[in-house]
């Protein structure tokens, strides 16, 4: 009977999706959109590139995908116990403007690996498991969609699986723990040493669980890290190899990281000409200790974490402060909005991160409002219909849509017979600033065009319409794209640019205003970063401007 409940609970999913195909559900709280039911593989990872496309990646050793290699090409594939000679893809590119995807070709295993792209828009990826844990992979971003994989042999010195990489003021890349590597190194390799040690991720490992892998890594304003791992955190100048500051666990003492996965994010930066610039990171759901083990063992699933904590980095004396969340969510994804919002989305109610340990799919996002006073933070928005449960992700398009895809949570590909089948669709969510009550609000950019460059500490023209009202000055913001997967959104990063000066120009429709690009890399690393100008809590849609 309880095969037969799973095998019907599967196909009423999958008949669900069918009548989403083409149909918009709309709601006070946003809109969902299915954009493909099948790409070909399970977005484990994403990544979007400047040219508004998204790289997406799942394993390369359990099984064929449904999307073959180009060409005809397979690849022999010896660590795969299903397929030895595969030939399907396990990485495709999706062009945001055409709603079309293409297969890419990696060679070795990518299975929660971490990535960041350099200031020049390429995407470097690394680590993952067996052939991969050493590799580091380049993916360089091309208009005639010929561009592939190129893998670098001994790319790492240590095994990389389940790291977290950040990208660094002078373009580098760091790359932090992994599963037994209570050490970081760089990409590119420095001189060396290039291996440090870094006791803080052997001081958080709880035994038999870990809950300390992915650890959430931001870079603060005076060019240190903050570096949070299980339920608490530590300041670290990497250069010194030297722990700046401690920080208190998490009230409570419950883990928030894999495999009792919450998701955190630096929330958005402002005052930036600050002498001393306001640092704030808020960590939200995960699971209480020993979830894992209980789940895995006993069958047994525990209730997810119902709480955000939130902290004040550069101040003297930090605490955290813990806030209630609309629900418990373990596996959510957090993404920063171009209006400075921050959106919970994906995972599950009860269980934990890890294979066939997550139960309760949570389909209602939340949006959190930094700015509003305690207890009145969240609004749950429009829930989706799709079960995004472990291996999901979602990632901030320019277009201020968030695209969400992912969720396996099977050692293999697999579609029938269990509760929540691997999941291969891809879909849109339009936050509740897209929705055309607002359009006469909605600024349009009309210069600098995309791609332009702009330099640290320079005062930039920004000329847009809006059709509707303008109340005040206008914000500008920039976010850096995210590498994203195991519900934790890698170089996140939202700046809050201070205004010069703002004024109507010529036509009443239209309006200029000037802001202070930030002054120094520790604040905003160099690269690509999307650009958007938000009226009253209605961003434009973005442009990509170089900062270098």
């Not at 063992?297 to 101040?315: G, H, P, Q, Y």
Request: aromatic residues 8%; positive net charge.
């Amino acid at each position: 009977m309880a095969a037969r409940a799973k095998t019907l609970y599967a196909l009423l999913l999958t008949s669900l999706q069918l009548l989403l195909i083409c149909k918009v559900s709309l709601a006070a709280g946003g809109k969902w959109k299915l954009l493909r039911p099948n790409v070909g593989i399970s977005a484990m990872h994403m990544q979007l590139l400047r040219n508004d496309r998204v790289v997406m990646f799942d394993r390369t050793n359990f099984g064929p995908s449904n999307i073959s290699l180009p060409n005809g090409n397979c690849r022999n594939n010896p660590q795969d116990a299903v397929s030895q000679i595969d030939c399907t893809a396990h990485s495709i590119e999706y062009d945001v403007a055409s709603n079309t995807i293409r297969p890419l070709t990696v060679q070795s295993n990518t299975w929660c690996s971490s990535g960041s792209v350099r200031p020049d828009g390429v995407l470097v990826q690394t680590g993952g498991d067996r052939d991969g844990e050493l590799k580091a992979r380049i993916f360089s971003p091309c208009s005639n969609k010929k561009c592939d994989w190129v893998e670098i042999n001994n790319g790492l010195t240590k095994r990389r699986w389940y790291s977290s990489n950040h990208i660094l003021p002078d373009g580098k890349q760091i790359i932090i723990g992994g599963q037994a590597q209570f050490n970081y190194e760089f990409f590119p390799k420095t001189t060396s040493p290039n291996v440090i040690a870094l006791p803080f991720l052997a001081e958080t490992s709880d035994r038999g669980e870990e809950n300390n892998l992915y650890p959430y890594v931001f870079l603060n304003t005076d060019g240190n890290l903050f570096i949070f791992a299980n339920n608490r955190a530590i300041l670290l100048d990497y250069v010194k190899n030297t722990v700046v500051k401690t920080y208190p666990a998490i009230p409570g003492g419950d883990p928030r990281s894999y495999p009792s996965t919450g998701s955190a994010v630096l929330l958005p930066l402002k005052n930036l000409e600050a002498v001393k610039i306001d640092a704030e990171v808020l960590v939200c759901g995960g699971a209480p200790k020993g979830s894992f083990l209980l789940a895995l063992r006993r069958k047994t699933f525990v209730k997810a974490l119902d709480t955000c904590a939130r902290i004040k980095i550069n101040d003297e004396n930090p605490q955290w402060t813990v806030e209630k969340m609309p629900r418990a969510r373990v596996m959510g994804d957090m993404t920063l909005l171009p209006n400075g919002d921050v959106l919970i989305i994906n995972g599950g109610a009860s269980g934990s991160a890890a294979w066939e340990l997550g139960r309760e799919p949570v389909l209602v996002p939340d949006v959190y409002h930094p700015e509003n006073p305690v207890n009145s933070r969240f609004e749950s928005l429009n829930p989706s219909t799709i079960p995004r449960m472990y291996h999901s992700t979602a990632i901030l398009l320019r277009d201020g849509r968030v695209l969400v895809g992912g969720s396996n949570p099977h050692g293999f590909y697999n579609f029938t017979g269990v509760l929540f089948p691997t999941e291969l669709s891809l879909e849109a969510f339009s936050p509740a600033y897209l929705e055309p009550d607002f359009a006469k609000l909605r600024p349009k950019i009309v210069s600098p065009k995309s791609q332009t460059k702009i330099a640290y500490g320079m005062n930039l023209k920004l000329k847009f319409k809006v059709t509707g009202e303008v109340n005040g000055p206008v914000r500008v913001t920039m976010v850096f794209p995210s590498f994203t997967t195991h519900s934790f959104s890698m170089n996140q990063r939202l700046l809050v640019l201070d205004n010069v000066s703002f004024k109507r120009s010529g036509k009443s429709s239209n309006y200029e205003v000037q802001v202070r690009v930030p002054r120094s890399a520790n604040i905003a690393p160099p690269g690509y970063y999307m650009m958007f100008v938000v009226n009253q809590n209605i961003p434009s849609q973005g442009i990509w401007v170089r900062l270098q």
